[in-house]
């Protein structure tokens, strides 16, 4: 199976691909449904994760370009700038990350190690923004940057957060959705639906499109990680149709088509709560499967939610896409030493 329209936009390789679907026997056992994880975290890069399939695009569009020097923003454990950083610099360009505070509360730790440990050890220039919550002023205030770098010579490209650009990350979705049906096919693993993370929402909708667009109706699950249902519904039908609409499949995703669930999102982007700090004890414990505390674990615990309230029937066969996010267990290394040190 293939979407040849995918073949026209310009891109880089960076990730080690096809990543492997594992099955979970123990975990499965334990929830009564057949868990099969399709492991992007394993996507090589510098400890990989879904945003080097998102960034094979940005990246290639940046390189026909012929920029110099990458700009992008994002929370200040974002694994989206740490995998820019690397990617630019595999491709010889500079890189400039503007952090936004966007997690209150936090610690010398979460602002010092993990992802942002790695941004410093790829050389990135770190700018820091006062705000978390406004994607339309973090972008103008990374235009600003640009505008910069180019008074001084250098040739910027900028890989935008906010709504108003076109997602082109999300072509990254589509490939990893032809990727998996190509497995499963090839493995005759039938699914009854797939879980996702659903944040900035292109791995949501790049999935979502890559599947109807081969003519595969399962339902995809996208478990809030951002914002709620209300702001994320209408984020993914605009953004998937967006997507479509690259690969000329205009009028592909219905609304209806669109799934969203934030039972486990509470209190927030990037804060934990029970429901996550569980499911990553139980990915770990049961699987070796390491899930981050802002986004692979929240969705596993969303799996768990949608099981628990018999919203997927026992015996399902689900797909669990497990987007990476490693180096941030680090970053929240004092909040989730304290959860999981045995208490005398
Ligand atoms: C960014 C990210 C997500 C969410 O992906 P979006 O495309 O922004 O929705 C999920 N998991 C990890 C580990 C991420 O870094």
Redo the contacts with the bound molecule.
Sequence with gaps: MNIIELDSFPRVRLGHTPTPIDAAPNLSESLGVEVHVKRDDCTGLAFG???VR?LEFYLGAAKAANADTVLITGAVQ???VRLAAAGARQLGMDIHIQLEDRVPGKDATYKASGNVLLDRLLGATIHYFPEGENEAAADANLHRLAEGLEAEGRRPYVIHLGIDYPPI?GLGYVVAAVEMANQMKASRLKLDGVVI????????AGFLVGLRALGLDLPVYGIC?RRGTDLQHPRIVRRAGEIAALIGRNGLIDASDVIVRDDVLAPGYGRLNDATLSAMSRGASLEALML?P???AKTLAGLIHLVEQGQVPQGARLGFIH???TPALFGYETALTEYFSPRA
Aim: aromatic fraction near 8%.
């Design positions: 994760g879904n945003k998102q974002s694994n989206f990350g993370p659903s944040g900035s929402g292109l791995t949501h990680v981050d802002v986004y692979s987007t990476g996010g």
